[in-house]
T-cell receptor, first 111, second 114 residues
Framework: LAKTTQPISMDSYEGQEVNITCSHN???????ITWYQQFPSQGPRFIIQ???TKVKNEVASLFIPADRKSSTLSLPRVSLSDTAVYYC????????????FGKGTMLLVSP | DSGVTQTPKHLITATGQRVTLRCSPR?????VYWYQQSLDQGLQFLIQ???????AKGNILERFSAQQFPDLHSELNLSSLELGDSALYFC?????????????FGPGTRLTVT
């Protein structure tokens, strides 16, 4: 099971781009990298998932280098409502693997 | 709204008691997951069911059990409750059982054991 390491907390200001990096040195060939967002007292919400290179959706981008030992979640022009905990997870592509949430990164966006 | 419903929203009970938490997955989702979130342990995976069968087990105590019914709703039973069982319990569902499938989380049930 690939272990992930990400910063405990990050601070930003409204309108800035935020990049949260996650390391996963022992990622396996069939593992995907997945990010979830969680607001206080709410269940986590899927943000984005990728395997290699770059993935982009309407809320975020995910950059994955060729060796896949790390990944960076990029949030463009954050707002106060982006203040949340962000979890980086590595999940198997197939089979019945489950999600292992670490401590996540607490992102605080200030005015 | 994720489409996953959980009842009750809040539950207060005493030590030694037994409670049942209920979860209805999104329409069409076959897999249900249960998680426990406490301040000191973070978000912990408990158990997964897929189309009525247990598929994976995580850090679930022997005092806890779960099942998924033919209509795909699931129940988590917690017995001989202890103070340390106080936590938020989340249910999630996904269309399939693989970890790469997006999981949709419910609003959670807050359990307080006094």
């Amino acid at each position: 099971l690939a272990k992930t390491t990400q910063p405990i907390s990050m601070d930003s200001y409204e309108g800035q781009e935020v990049n949260i990096t996650c390391s996963h040195n022992n990622i396996a060939t069939n593992d995907y990298i997945t990010w979830y967002q969680q607001f206080p007292s709410q269940g986590p919400r899927f943000i984005i998932q990728g395997y290699k290179t770059k993935v982009k959706n309407e809320v975020a981008s995910l950059f994955i280098p060729a060796d896949r030992k790390s990944s960076t979640l990029s949030l463009p022009r954050v707002s106060l409502s982006d203040t949340a905990v962000y979890y980086c997870l590595v999940v198997a592509w197939s089979g019945y693997s489950t999600l292992t949430f670490g401590k996540g990164t607490m992102l605080l966006v200030s005015p | 709204d994720s489409g996953v419903t959980q009842t009750p929203k809040h539950l207060i009970t005493a030590t030694g008691q037994r409670v049942t938490l209920r979860c209805s997955p999104r329409s069409g989702d076959l897999s249900v997951y249960w998680y426990q979130q406490s301040l000191d342990q973070g978000l912990q995976f408990l158990i997964q069911y897929y189309n009525g069968e247990e598929r994976a087990k995580g850090n679930i105590l022997e005092r806890f059990s779960a099942q998924q019914f033919p209509d795909l709703h699931s129940e988590l039973n917690l017995s001989s409750l202890e103070l340390g069982d106080s936590a938020l319990y989340f249910c999630a569902s996904s269309v399939d059982g693989g970890g790469n499938y997006e999981q949709y989380f419910g609003p959670g049930t807050r359990l307080t054991v006094t």
